[in-house]
C-alpha cells in the first residue's frame, strides 16, 4: 500500500526488467534467525529480497505484524521458528501454529492469496532450508508478481458513497408486537417479570437486566433495573439480535449478583465470558427464557446451559441458517470473487465501532482500535482501515464468537461483520473440534495448543 | 445553489423518465447518488452508467447521504518525507459534481445547516468545495415513515418544497412533479429531456400540504431547549443511558453530526493527515491524556449530545442540528431514543428566550485572518533549541522553515496551537513564548502520548509543524495599573509563561507581580533558568512550592526536603501565617502556599492554572481570601482536535473552548455546564 | 531519543565486499534521527570500539546501530562498549549485514540497498528502545531435593557438605530408594547395602540436611531464587519423637501378611512396619489401608505395647513451607512390575502369562533373593515352592526397545543387571544352568564388557540371541519358547526360574511432579532436560535440576555423577547473592486511576505462558477496595517469549525490546525508502 499511485512499482512491473519482490520474514531468534546465519557462515547464496524482523519467538508474532507488513507493501510474508518440541520456551511455536492455521483460514476466507504467506520450521542447524526456502519464495513472488490488492484498497480512500454493488446485510426494521395484544405473550412476560421481582424483593439480586421495548418504535431494548416496582417494565427479548451479557461490561453496571434474562445467545456468551474469568458463577443469577418466549424458571448455571441447550435443538452455535448458507455461498465463490465481495462489504463500514460494542466477547476495556502506540489499525474508515479492523476483529473472536449475531444487527452500515464469524467457528471445529460457549470448562482455543494439531501447510 | 427570483412552474415527470434523467446526468459527467433498493431496504448509493434510482420513493434509505458532503475519511493534508526533510501539501479537491437524485428533505437540509458552522471565521475548504459541487434532487415525502420520522418538529418541510435545486413531488398516479428551486436545479433540469406537461399549482400546494400534514409535530424545539437547560443536572440522563453501548451508531448514521477527529498515517514516506467521523458517544471523545475525563460517563455523553443538538447548536448558529429523520432511533443497536427523551424534556417546560448561559466576554476575541485556502496546513518549523526542563519535559524553540511565512505571523498573549510530529499527528499546547519576544516561539510539553513522544525524538536542525495561533488572549491590557498574582501547578507553568514574559517585558505598566508556583518536586520545577531569574529580580514575588508528600513506604521526606532548602509551612495556623520573604521555597502545595502568602485582592487580577484538583483547591483559598471571580482568569486545556471551532470536541455548553477560550474567567466557568 | 549514530562495519572484506559501505555510510543519514555515521574496516576491534566510545561522548548519542556481523557474534561487544561511554547497554543494537546480507548475496547493489533497509529497520528500533536493567533476583540460600534415592542422597550430602542448608523429600517411610533394594552391584559385585547404608545414615545426621520422609510435594511457588514449596508429611501415625525404634509394636501386629513392598512382593511385612532393618528413620509407620484399627475401628494392640506411647492415631497430615532457592529432582524410575502388586504394569504380555505364573519374577524380585536381608537371606528359591531353581532363564528386553509396547528407548542397566543376576546365579547355585535371551548386548561402560564376558565365560552362563515368543506353566516348570536368531532354530527349554529384566519407566505421577516445577517432559514421562547436549543437568525451569533416572534409565554411577552435577549447578546459582537476568521480560498495563490497567482479567496469558508467570493481582483503590483482578508478570519467572502479548487481545501486556511499538516501527520501516 501506498498513499500515492503505486506508479513506480506498476511500471518496474510491467517493464521487461525482472519484478524484485520485497518480502518480510519474522523469525524466532533461536532458530530461524540461527539458521539464516548458518546459511551466511556457509556462504550460501539467495535472492536479496527478504527482510528479517527478529522476534524471541514465534509466539511473539501477532497476525497484525503481519497485515501491517502486507499494508506497508511487502509482497509476501513469511513466519518461521523452531520446530515444533525445539522452542526455547518450550511450546511458544505450538500456540503460533493454532494461531497461524486460523489466520490462514481467514485470510482463506477472505480471498487472499494464501501463497502470499508462508509458514516454516526452520531450526538453528537449517541453513539449507533457510536458503532454499527463501529462494523458492523469491522466485514464486517473482512469478506471481506484485500484490495489488492491499494497493487497491488504499485506492478505496475516502469514498464518499456506500459502494456499487455490495449486498447489504443489515436487518430490517421489526416492530414487537405490544404484549397486551396476546394474553399468551402477556402471561409468559409476567411470568418472568415476577420471578425477576421476587428475587429482587429477596435480595438474591441486586440488578436485573431484561428487556423492555423503546418507547417511540415498540423494539426490544436491554433495561436494567434495581427495584421489585420496577420489574413490570420488563418485556420478552422478542426477536431481538441484542446480547444481554454484554451488559456484564456496562461500566455503570457493578453491582452483583445481577440477574439476567438468558436465552441460548446470551447462555453462550455468558459460558466463554466464565472461561476467561470475566464473570463468575455466583455474578449472575440465570432467568432462562426459550425462544418461543416462555420462562424456563430461574435456573442455576448448568441446568441453564442444558435447558437452554435442549431448547436449541441442538444447534451448537447461534448462526442462523441464513447466516450459514450465505457462509457456504462465499467460501464457494474462486478466491478473486472472495476477495471482491469483502473488498465492497468492508467499503460499507462507517468505523461506528457498533459491532464491537454490542458483542458480548468484545469486552476489552480499551480496544486495539483505541490505541496509539503504536496504532494497531489505520484510523480511517477507509479500505485499509476498515480491512485490518475486521480482519484483526474477527480473529479475536475466533473460537469465541458464540454467533449471537449481536454484531450484525447492531451493524447500521449492513456489513456482513457476522460471516466472518461463522466461517471462522467452522475452522475452529474443523481443525480443533472446538465450539465457542458450549461449555464453560472449555480452554480458551487460543491459548491453548496441543502437541498433534494440524501441521500441514508449514513447511 | 442561488434562490431565483422567477417562479417556475413545476413540470410532471414519468417515473422512466426520472431513470433518463439519471443517465443524461451521468453522461453529463455528475456522479449521481440516489436511493437503489436491496432485499431489505434502500441505500444511497453512487449510480453506475446505466443504473437506476430504483429506491426511488421507497422509505428512507438506511444511511443518510452525509458523505457526499463529508466523507467518513477526508484527507487534509499531504506529507511527505524525503531523508530528514518534509513538505507539506493539500490533497487534491475532489472536482467532480455530485447529484443526490431522490434525497429526502431531512437529508436535503443537512449540508445547509453545516455550512455556518464550516464558514465560521475559519473556512473548510473541504465541505465547502464539496457542498459547491453537489446538486440536491429532493424528493417529497407523502407519509411519515414510522413513529421516527418527526421532521416537522424540527422545522424540515418533509414535502421539500423550496428545497435543494429541484423538489420532486410524487404524484399520485405515479408521476412527480418537478419544480426547479435554483438555477442549478435550472440546468439540471434542462438535462430531464423533453419538459413534461405542467403541474397543477393548486393540486402541488394540496398534495404538499398533506405530507406536511402526515408527519405529526411531536415536540416544541423551543420548550425542549428550555427543557434541556432546565434539567441538565436530572437523574434522567443516567436512567435514560443504560442500555446505551457507547458506539458511534447514532452520531454515524445522523446527516448532521459533524464531529471528527483528525489523524495521520504514514506509508513508507508518504503520509496523509484526514478527518475522520468521530462521535460523542465514544469514551475517548473526551479523555484528557491524564486520564481525566470531562464526560465520564454515557449520561453525561447522551446528554451532550441532545444538549449540543437542542441547545447549544440552536442558540450559535440559530438552527436545530436535527433534520427529524428519526434515524438515531431506528439504527440503534440498544433502543436509546432520543425523541421520547426530548418529549419528555419538553413537556411542561417553558419557552426560553434568550441563550439559557451567556457567551463568556472575558478572554477578548482575536480576529481571524486565515492566511491560507487550507487551515489545517500547518507551518513547517524549524527546531532551532531543545531544552529539557524536567526528565520528562521538554521545550522546542522553533523558527518558520519558510522564513516568509514569518513575516505575516503574529499571536498574542494566551493563544494557543496545534504542533504536529510529522506522520504522527498533532497535540495542542498554549504558546509558551511571549509575543514579544519575536523571531521565534516555543513550546512546552511533557511525554504523555504518541506525539509527544515523536516530538521528543526530534533534535536541532529536524522539521516539524505547528498551525495557529488560536483562540483568544489574556486581556493584558485591561489588566494595566493592576497588581498581578500568577498561580500555576507542574506543568501548568508553561501556559502561563507567555503572559508572565509579557507582563515582565512591559513591567511599568503593572504593579506588583507575584507568582507562585509548585511541583511535586525539586526537579518536577519546569523553567529551572527563568525561575533563577525571577527569583533575583526585586520586582518579582516568586514563591515556589513542592509537594514531596510522604511516600508510599511512610518514609516522609519533610526533613531532607527542608535540608534542602524548602522548609514546611506551619500547618497548624496556615491562615495566620504570612511567610518570611526571605525563605521562598517551601513544602507545600500550592493552595496552601498561596494562603500563606496572603495575597490582597485589592486592584488584582488572579490568573491561574493548573490540574483540576489543584484549581479546585486554590479557587477556595482565592475565594476565602476575597477575590472576585471575574478576577480571577484561567486558560484551559480541553481535549481539541481542529483548534478552529468545527470539530466539536472542546464544546462545552456554549463555548467552543478552541475559539471562545481557552482563557475564561471563574465567573464564566462557574456558568459553565462542569463538564472541565 | 533523538541522536542515534550508525557504524557499519567492513569486516575486512567480508561485507565490503559486496556492501558499499562507504555509500551506505552516507545513505544512512537520510534515516530520520540518524545524526552520524561512519564506516570502519573493523568495528570490533580494539579502534573500532574506541572509535564507537568517542562518537557516543562527542555526538552525544542517545542510540547506536552497529551494522556488522550477526549479532550471535558481537551483541555484546559492542553493548559492553556503550555501557563504557555511558550508554544503557540496550540501547545498542547489531544490524546483522554480514551473515544475513554480505555473505549470502553477490550483486553489490542489491545488497547495499538490503543493508540499508537492516539499518534502518534497527534505527526505527532503538529509537524506541528504553533504557533496561538486569533484573535482580535475591536468592535463598537453600536447596531442597526431592527424592531420597542414591540421586538425592548424593545431591542432598554434597550441597550440605558446601554448607548449604537442604530439604530433603522422600515418598517412602525411608531414604533409600531402589539402591538399597539391591543385593550387589556390577560391574564390581559389592555389596550394595554396605556402601548404601553409611550414606543414608550421614544424610540422617547431617546437621544441614532436614529430612522429610513420608511425605510428597504439594505445591511449588515462585521463581528461581525464591521458591516456596508446600510438603505435605504424611501422617505416619507414629511420633518420631517419642517413638524409640524398639520394634516391639511391629512384633505384636496381628495383621502379618502384606505383602513387602521392599521385597518387590516376595516377603511379607505388618501394618506396622519399618521397610527394612536399615531404614532411616528407622521407626515405623502404619499402613493405614492395611490397619485393622483404621479399617474396622477395632484392634489397637501396637498402642497397648508401646512402652513410649509413640502411636498416635489421631495423627493428622502435616503441611510444612520451604524456603528454597534451587531444586533438585531426583524423583528416580520404577520397573515394568509383574506379580500382584503391580499386575496392572504387565498387561501388554499376555504371551508371558500375565504375571500369573509364580515362577516368573521380575530383575528386582531376583535381586531381594539374592539379597542377603531378602526374604530367603540370599538363598536362590523360587517362589512357587521354595525350591533351589536348577534352570533359570533370564529374559531381555522385556517392554524396552518395543515400540508395539510403547517403549521405544532402551533401558539402559538390564544387560548388565542380568550379566551380574547370572553371575550370582552361578554363585550361589553352581549346578544351575543360566539362560538368557538377549537382542543386543550393550555393555559399554568402564569394566562392562569385561562383566559380561565373564558371565559367560568364566561363569558359563548361555547367552541366546534371541525373543521368547510365550511362557507357559507345564507342571511344576514354565516351558520357554522361543527362537535362536543366530541358528534360526526354534528353542524351547524348561525353566524351574523366569527372571524378566522388564523396562525402566517413569514414575507414574511423573508428569504430575514436572507440571508441579514446570519442568517439561517427554512422550514417555521421563523429565526433560534444557538442552539434551550442553545443559543436561537444568531443566526449562529456571533454577529446577534434575539427578538420576527421572531423566532416562541410568545406572548408578551415572546418576551419582549427575547428582553431584547438579548439586555443583546449585552451588554456582547460590555463588552470588543476587541473580541477574535478562531484562527482556513482560509487563502488564498499569495506569493510575480511574483505568488503574487495561487488563481485562481474562488470563488468555496466562494459558499461554510455558512457566507460569502470570500472577494475579488486586487492584485496589484509595480505601483498599477491590477495583478488579489482572494479571501480573512475575519478572523472576518471565523468559520474554512474548507469547502472552501476542496472545493478549488489547495488548495489556507488552514485552520489554520487542514492544509493539517497536515492531510496528521496524516494519513501517520496509516502506519508507
Known sequence: ?459 | MTATTASRPATILSRAALDTWCAALIADGRRVVAPVAGATGVDYQELAAGGIPSGLGEGLPHQSPKATWFPRTEPILRLERKGQEWTVSDPDADQTRTVLFGVRACDALAPEILAPLFGWDWHDPFFENRRARLALVVLGCTKAVDEACFCTSVGTDPSGTGIGDVTLTPLAEGSFAAEANSDEGERLLALAGAAGAPADPAALARTRADARAAVPVRFDPEQARAGLAARFGDKLWEKVSRSCLACGTCAFSCPVCHCFDIQEEMCGCQGVRQKNWDACAFPHFTLHTSGHNPRPDQGTRWRQRLNHKFRYFPEKFDRTLCTGCGRCLRLCPAGMDMLADLQVVAEGAQAAAGPTVPMPTAGPAVAVTQAQDNPYRPYRMRIVQVRDETPDVRTLRLEFADPEQATGFSFQVGQFGLYSAFGEGESTFCIASSPSRSGYIECTFRQAGRVTRALRRLDVGDLMGFRGPYGNRFPVERWKGKHLLFIAGGIALPPMRCVIQWCLDHRADYRDITIVYGARTPRDLVYQDELAEWERRDDVNLWLGIDWKPRADGKDLSDQAAAEGWPAINQAEPGATVLDPAQRRRTAFVPQLVEAVKPSPADTVAVLCGPPVMINFTMQVLKKVGFAPDDVYTTLENRMKCGIGKCGRCNVGPVYVCKEGPVFTAAEIARLPPEL | MARIGVFICHCGENIARTVDCSSLAKAVLGIPGVRFAVDYKYTCSDPGQQMILAAIREQRLDGIVVAACSPSMHEATFRKAAMIAGLNPYLCEVANIREHCSWVHDDKPAATAKSLDLIRIMVEKVKRNQELKPIKVPITRRALVVGGGISGIQSALDLANAGIPVALVEREPSIGGHMAQLSETFPTLDCSQCIMTPRMVEVAQHPLITLHTYSEIEKVDGYIGNFTVTVRKKARSVDLKKCTGCGTCMQKCPQKKLPSSFDAGLGQRTAIYVPFPQAVPNKPVIDRANCTRFTTGRCGVCQKVCGPGAIDFEQQDELVEEKVGAVVLATGFQLYGIGEQSEKMLKGYPEYGHGHIKDVIDGMQFERLASASGPTAGEIRRPSDGTVPKTVVFLQCVGSRDPAKGISYCSKICCMYTAKHTILYKHKVHDGKAVVFYMDIRAAGKGYDEFTRRAIEDDGALYLRGRVSRLYQDGGQVVVSGVDTLSGRNVELRADLVVLATAVRPQPDARTTAQLFSVGYDASGFLNEAHPKLRPVETAAAGVFLAGACQAPKDIPESVAQASAAASKVQILFSKSELEREPTVARVHRAAPPLYSICQGCFACAGACPYQAIEHEELKDRRGQVIKTVARVNPGLCQGCGTCVATCRNKAVDLDGYTDDQVFAEIAALGAN
Open chain 1, 1 to 459: 500500500m501506498t498513499v500515492a499511485a503505486p506508479a513506480a512499482a506498476d511500471a518496474a512491473a510491467s517493464a521487461n526488467t525482472v519484478f524484485e519482490p520485497r518480502l518480510v520474514a519474522f523469525v524466532c531468534k533461536w532458530c530461524t534467525y540461527a539458521g539464516a546465519d548458518l546459511a551466511g557462515t556457509s556462504r550460501m547464496l539467495y535472492p536479496p529480497n527478504v527482510r528479517v524482523i527478529k522476534l524471541p519467538c514465534t509466539g511473539r508474532i501477532d497476525i497484525a505484524f503481519i497485515i501491517r507488513a502486507f499494508s506497508q507493501g511487502a509482497d509476501g510474508v513469511i513466519v518461521s521458528g523452531c520446530h515444533p518440541g525445539d522452542c526455547h520456551y518450550s511450546a511458544g511455536n505450538f500456540r503460533a501454529r493454532r494461531r497461524w492455521t486460523l489466520f490462514r483460514d481467514l485470510l482463506d476466507i477472505l480471498g487472499f492469496d494464501l501463497r502470499r504467506f508462508q509458514c516454516a520450521w526452520i531450526s538453528a542447524a537449517e541453513g539449507t532450508k533457510w536458503a532454499a526456502t527463501i529462494r523458492d519464495f523469491t522466485e514464486e513472488m517473482r512469478a506471481l508478481g506484485p500484490y495489488t490488492a492491499m494497493r487497491q484498497l488504499a485506492g478505496e480512500r475516502g469514498a464518499p458513497v456506500a459502494p456499487r454493488a455490495a449486498v447489504w446485510h443489515g436487518r430490517p426494521a421489526r416492530r414487537e408486537p405490544e404484549p397486551s395484544a396476546d394474553p399468551a405473550t402477556r402471561a409468559r412476560s409476567e411470568a418472568l417479570a415476577g420471578a425477576i421481582a421476587a428475587a429482587l424483593t429477596d435480595k438474591s439480586i441486586a440488578a436485573a437486566v431484561g428487556w423492555t421495548l423503546s418507547p417511540t418504535l415498540r423494539r426490544p431494548r436491554p433495561l436494567w433495573i434495581t427495584a421489585p416496582e420496577e420489574a413490570d417494565r420488563l418485556g420478552l427479548p422478542g426477536d431481538s439480535d441484542g446480547n444481554l451479557a454484554r451488559l456484564l461490561k456496562h461500566p455503570q453496571l457493578t453491582v452483583r449478583p445481577l440477574g439476567m434474562v438468558v436465552r441460548h445467545a446470551e447462555m453462550q456468551a455468558l459460558n466463554v465470558l466464565r472461561q476467561e474469568s470475566q464473570v463468575a458463577e455466583q455474578d449472575v443469577v440465570l432467568f432462562a427464557v426459550a425462544r418461543d418466549g416462555r420462562f424456563l424458571g430461574r435456573l442455576d448455571w448448568d441446568a441453564a446451559v442444558a435447558a437452554l441447550a435442549a431448547d436449541a435443538e441442538g444447534r451448537v452455535n447461534g448462526f442462523s441458517p441464513e447466516v450459514e448458507a450465505e457462509v457456504s455461498r462465499v467460501l464457494a465463490l474462486p478466491s478473486a470473487e472472495r476477495w471482491d465481495y469483502w473488498r465492497t462489504q468492508f467499503a460499507r463500514c462507517i468505523k461506528c465501532y457498533a459491532c464491537r460494542n454490542s458483542c458480548p466477547m468484545c469486552g476489552c476495556e480499551v480496544c486495539l482500535a483505541d490505541k496509539n502506540q503504536p496504532q494497531w489499525f489505520p484510523t480511517a474508515a477507509d479500505g485499509p482501515g476498515n480491512f485490518a479492523w475486521h480482519v484483526i476483529r474477527a480473529f479475536h473472536l475466533a473460537g469465541r464468537c458464540v454467533g449471537c449475531g449481536a454484531c450484525q444487527a447492531a451493524c447500521p452500515a449492513g456489513v456482513a461483520v457476522n460471516l466472518l464469524g461463522a466461517a471462522l467457528a467452522r475452522s475452529a471445529a474443523g481443525h480443533f473440534g472446538h465450539h465457542a460457549g458450549a461449555s464453560h470448562q472449555d480452554l480458551p482455543l487460543q491459548a491453548a495448543f496441543r502437541t498433534d494439531d494440524r501441521e500441514s501447510f508449514i513447511k
